[in-house]
Every structure is written in C-alpha cells, then in structure tokens.
C-alpha cells in the first residue's frame, strides 16, 4: 500500500487550512512509510525552521507509527537513539506529527512545524482527516 502525490497533497491542504483556520503560519510534510518526503508546502510566512521540524516529525512519526510526541518519553533509550542515529538523525521528537494509516498499516505520516507542538499536531490530524 502505498500514498499517493494527489492523497499527500491533500493531506498538506488540509494542515493547512487548519493552520489558516486558527491563525498560525505552517510548513507541512507529508512522507511515505519510509519517511521519505511526498510532499511539502510552507506557508507565506511561515518561520524557516520549521521546514526541517516537520520533516523531521513526519518521519518519527512514519517510523514508529505513533504522533511524534508519543516517542519523546524514549528518547533516552539505547534502541531509539540507535535507529535515530542510523537514519542519519533526520527524526525529530515532540508535538506535531502523526502516522496516516490504510488497513491497520503505516503508509506515511504528515508533521507540521511553526506553531506550537499542540497546535502542529492539530494541524496534521487535520490534514489526515482529508483521506
């Protein structure tokens, strides 16, 4: 099972029109279950930092098959930072992304970036709702 460009580009519209709803400036990544990048959008001015933030979420989130905040309490933990460290420490913990799943499998995640952690992970849930 794989997502779709046109199924990542909705779910990205859908962050944002959440973001947009609630007045806050996003950049949104949608990744495959390899937590390579499907689709990005970054919003007219949306913080700069944020492009790497939500990368890095989606493809916790795409890895784990959890919101990225649930992960940030193993942090610390020998096996996590292990895979975080042999995916080249491109996973980002905290607030703001979660896994989108077809038939009880991972097929990608959307993480969102440039509000706060609640606010981001309203935004992907948002953007996976589209499907």
């Known amino acids: 099972m794989t997502l779709t460009l046109d199924e990542a580009n909705r779910v990205a519209a859908g962050a944002m029109e959440h ?3 609630i007045d806050i400036l996003v950049c949104v990544a949608v990744c495959d279950a390899g937590g390579k990048l499907v689709s990005f959008q970054r919003m007219d001015g949306a913080i700069w930092a944020a492009v790497y933030g939500c990368q890095g979420k989606a493809a916790a989130s795409a890895a ?3 919101p ?3 992960l940030t ?3 610390d933990h020998p096996t996590f930072r292990g895979i975080v460290a042999k995916d080249g420490g491109h996973m980002i913990l905290g607030r703001g992304a ?11 995640a959307c993480g969102v970036g440039g509000g ?3 606010e981001d992970e ?3 849930a948002a953007g996976v709702a589209t499907l």
């Open 19 to 21: 973001a947009a709803s």
């Open 64 to 66: 784990f098959g959890r």
């Open 68 to 70: 990225s905040g649930d």
């Open 73 to 75: 309490e193993r942090a």
């Open 98 to 108: 979660v896994p989108i799943m077809r038939d009880g499998q991972v097929i990608g």
């Open 116 to 118: 706060t952690g609640e």
């Open 122 to 124: 309203e935004c992907a």
